[in-house]
């Protein structure tokens, strides 16, 4: 290589580099029949949670204000998108068209939800934001468990109620039925297709982190009020990168609810928003790839940990620990970035330390 | 015309009167110095003058257009910049990325130009990091770019301060304490940065120093505030002769 790459650059290589190896080795796992039913039952999930993780990471660590609602944005998107498909898997057959689209579309659909919430309140000082996607997350879930759609040939008919208030003809399909939510989306999800969802998800948010835009959220994170002394339009920035959370969220959905034979409402609660928020903490606040390996990690472990089912919180919380200790210590993270530089040393000879955590 | 206008600017917080009929013309192109004692009201009048506060009562214009009221953002368009007393960067990002900071509204492409990277991204990044490497060699600190911000020693932090407020072209550059923690050889450099700024680009500088030997070395004309009220305008060496100013800053 001639030119040197910039640190930045240097940083996301090395995660797509890290998430491609580790979607070979696993498709070598599977392909050679030593993967269980379970990990295999975790892959699309694993794409899931590193996708609604890396997304809020871009409003949490690079903005640097509190979402409490991921999941909500996760739900519409689910929902939007399994609606789409339940509509048009038989005009749309070919999983290859109508998968793109319906992830497109339930982005779409949160990242409106997300610009609708964003506008109001991005305009406060202070965590109105946490409060607001707390509220907003809780409300969406409990609508939508109490949606009834179904279609006939008079076209779409909804109600709040009950089925029966639907008025369907006979013939009429149930798309979705209340909690009991949406049953006989195509499965159109696929750990291949996650991992092509996931790497795409990374470029752009790297991409937007080292782009103008980027530099200036990370500008009013930073300092609000220099932000402003150089003409950084701060309501914009916020809605852009909360928008883009959003629809991040809602693609994480998509990819969600193709994956599953029934899909309700109630698992996008409050504590999918907190785990998500947990994966992003934990993975260190503002790192991408701590995210993903934090999202894929904390997915993994509970389920391993079944079989010893005794330890399994007690293993669980120690991880926790070690994983926090690991990311948010200064001086642990010095002393480990300084070893790893040392080992880097022997091994290549190259004396410059790559430094984490921006 | 002045290139700034302003005519009894004043504001209180609660009962204290902290700037008071406060008038000041600046022509294009002029040092001028703004004195005090501690707490005369000197960085509370760039506050007024950059919109962080709405003053209650005077106008501001710059070069015929009329600033009053204007939030902080539409007056750093219309061409005033500033550094901070108490250091104010974007301490996680690198020297460099600063002063593209800077650069944002006048080097422009979308967000999706940047996520999708399209030509129009390397073109105007490339641009960019140009002039944020000119800017930063004016300031000696384009060695340091890749670096982080906070890194930067102190003197070098309120230099790339500065660095970051001209890259957005202001016409009109407010320093406060530009000189504050640096070592008299620091200072003295930073006087021909000064000098050197204005003329090489055309700048207009005021500043607000509590160091003598840069205020009477560079500034052409001084403004001094006590109390909130302005004390005495006008030439540099008249000013600093004057005994009510030198008891102002010594008596008390
Ligand atoms: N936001 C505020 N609320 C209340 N009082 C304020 C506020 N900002 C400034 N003041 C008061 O206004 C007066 C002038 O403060 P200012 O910071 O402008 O002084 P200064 O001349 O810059 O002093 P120094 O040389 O110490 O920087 C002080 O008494 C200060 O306490
Ligand atoms: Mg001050």
Redesign the pocket.
Known sequence: MKRKLRPTTRKSFVTYAIVTAAFIFVEILVSSGSASNMFKGLLVPFCVYSIAAVSLNLTVGILGELSLGQAGFMCIGAYSSAIFSCAVKDTITSPWVRFPIAMLLGGLVAAVFGILIGIPVLRLRGDYLAIVTLAFGEIIKNVLAALFIGSDSKGLHFSLTSQGDLGLEPDGKMIINGALGISGTPKDSTFEIGFVVLMLTLIVLYNFINSRTGRAVMSIRDNRIAAESIGLNITKYKLITFGLTAFLGGVAGSLFSHNLAVLQASKFDYNLSILILVFVVLGGIGSIRGSVIAAVVLTYLPEVLRSINNYRMLIYSIVLIVMMIFTSNATIRGFFAANLAKLKGIVSKDKTAVKEGN | MALLEVKKLGIS??G?R??DEFSISIEKGELYGLI??????????F?LLTGV?KPTDGTITLDGVNLTGKSTIEINKAGIARTF?NIRLFSNLSVIDNVKAGLSNNYRYSAATGIFRLPKYFKVEKEMNEKAMELLKVFDLDKEAELPASGLPYGKQRKLEIARALATEPKLLLL??PAAGMNPNETAELMNTIRQVRDDFDMTVLL?E?DMSLVSGICERLSV?NF?QLLRQGKTAEVLSDPEVITAYLGE
Do not use: R, S
């Open positions: 917080f609660g204290l902290a700037v005090g004692p501690n707490g005369a009201g000197k960085t509370t009048i506050n506060y007393q406060d304490e607000i509590h505030l909130g």
